[in-house]
């Protein structure tokens, strides 16, 4: 690219939410707070005053909302990824949003993060880095702990339950669920964390963070009637445990289905699956997950996770203006990790390696904006690629667990394997 666009400004000082955009805050939060009945607990929080930090998972849009109101009228500045700045970055400087480049090391975002101490402020965090694939719980970055020590501050969580479930990350339409529920608690007084190790807070925050948005969803006896409830769901669930096929999964109305074999299950109202006919090999939409994933890890294991070469499109977001085509090329996935090549429209080469060890997780978009297909998002200190893959049969579902399972096994040969949770 011979005119290099200028890259987002991401050591600019963090701003303290404007006073006359804070009500404006809550007045668009509040809709979707009172629509979904949403109950806020809150757990040893008397007298727990800013600066704080507050970790919260992470399953839809809703959650930035209800963590407005449940810290209302208190102030706070959210970590965001760029993509969310797109064509609106003054308003989301404004009120108070820090830019991140999703899973990338990077130093500057902890000084921002002192800064808003600093400030008296509250730092909201949202550590999965991702919406949940399947309402359960993503992994933790193992620097959590010592970021929470280094801040000084009291640790509060705020865990949310019903956000998947109504508006689940493979169909982001609203189902209508109430109520949802939230529980605002505090984890550690500024005293406390200088009694413990970032190795005990990781251990605690982990505990703290598992959560089964489908569990949750039949023990509080909630019925999702939307007549295309299971469209979508053949993204995360891309293999069929009936006859092993991968990428032959389609979802209609109630029902998914495998088009290699034709067998179909239907997606109940309480969230649970049956099949049509015969064995129903997982009731438990995370449990089908899982399965896959060791699936995936026993390819790591035996050293032939690859998907090959893909041709692919790729889009840059150097800024918050918008994304630009850098042109077409090839990306494979494989026991070596990311390696994306092609040509942009002037003729010149660009190229992205993302090794096993530079990345524990990655992000992933099914039908991203409704329009553009399912992709891959690799990420550098200075830009952000979507990556999407073509004319090939593939899962960025599968990458993404992938990915992860590639990470821990590097771990492991390194004689530092993670622990539960964490990476």
């Known amino acids: 690219m011979k005119n290099q666009p200028e890259r987002f400004d991401m050591t600019r000082k963090p701003v303290r939410t404007k006073w006359y955009l804070r009500p404006l805050t809550l007045l668009l939060s509040l809709p979707d707070v009172i629509a979904h ?8 929080m008397d007298g727990i005053e800013p600066p704080y930090v507050l970790l919260c998972n992470h399953n839809a849009f ?13 102030r706070a500045n959210y970590v965001v990824a760029i993509d969310g700045f797109i064509g609106r970055e003054g308003l989301l ?16 975002l902890i000084r921002q993060l002192m800064r808003v101490i600093k400030n008296g402020d509250i730092a909201v965090i949202y550590p999965e880095a991702r919406y949940s694939l399947c309402g359960t719980t993503a992994v933790l970055p193992e620097g959590l702990g010592l970021l929470c020590k280094m801040l000084k501050v009291p640790v509060v969580t705020l865990i949310c339950h019903g956000h998947h479930v109504n508006s689940p990350f493979w169909n982001l339409k609203n189902r209508k669920v109430k109520p949802v529920e ?8 500024a005293e406390q964390l200088e009694e413990v190790t970032a190795d005990e807070i990781n251990e605690k925050l982990v505990k703290e963070f598992q959560y089964d948005d489908y569990a949750w969803q039949k023990e509080r006896g909630i019925r999702i009637k939307a007549p295309w409830r299971a469209e979508g769901l ?3 669930l891309y293999q069929c445990p009936a006859c092993g096929t ?12 495998c088009t290699e074999c034709g067998k179909r299950w239907k997606y109940g109202e309480d969230g649970s699956l049956a099949a049509v006919d015969g064995k129903t090999e997982f009731s438990h939409i995370p449990d089908w997950y899982e399965w896959e994933r060791e699936n995936v890890r026993r390819e790591v294991a035996e050293g032939r996770y690859s998907t090959g070469e893909m041709p692919v499109t ?8 918008k994304f630009i085509r850098l042109g077409e090329g090839v990306m494979t996935h494989d026991m070596n990790g990311f390696r994306v090549r092609g040509v942009d429209f002037d003729g010149d080469e660009f190229a992205m390696d993302k090794p096993v060890p530079s990345l524990y997780s990655c992000h992933i978009e099914y039908e991203y904006l409704g329009k553009h297909g399912d992709c891959v998002d690799l990420n550098t200190l200075t830009d952000t690629w979507y990556i999407y893959p073509h004319d090939c049969e593939f899962s960025v579902t599968k990458m993404a667990l992938a990915t992860e399972e590639l ?17």
């Open 246 to 257: 991968e990428y032959k999964m389609t979802s209609k109305g109630d029902e998914l289905i």
């Open 182 to 189: 939230a529980e605002l608690k505090l984890q550690y007084t």
């Open 314 to 321: 790729v889009d840059s977001l150097p800024n918050a203006k």
């Open 37 to 44: 009945k949403a109950k806020i607990t809150k757990t040893n």
């Open 93 to 108: 400087r404004n009120v108070g949003c820090i830019c991140k480049r999703k899973f990338t090391q990077d130093v500057i």
């Open 62 to 74: 809703m959650d930035f909302k209800v963590a407005t109101k449940a810290i209302w009228p208190k």
């Open 234 to 236: 053949h993204k995360v």
């Open 407 to 423: 990470y821990y096994a590097f771990r492991a040969a390194e004689g530092k394997p993670c622990k539960p949770g964490l990476a």
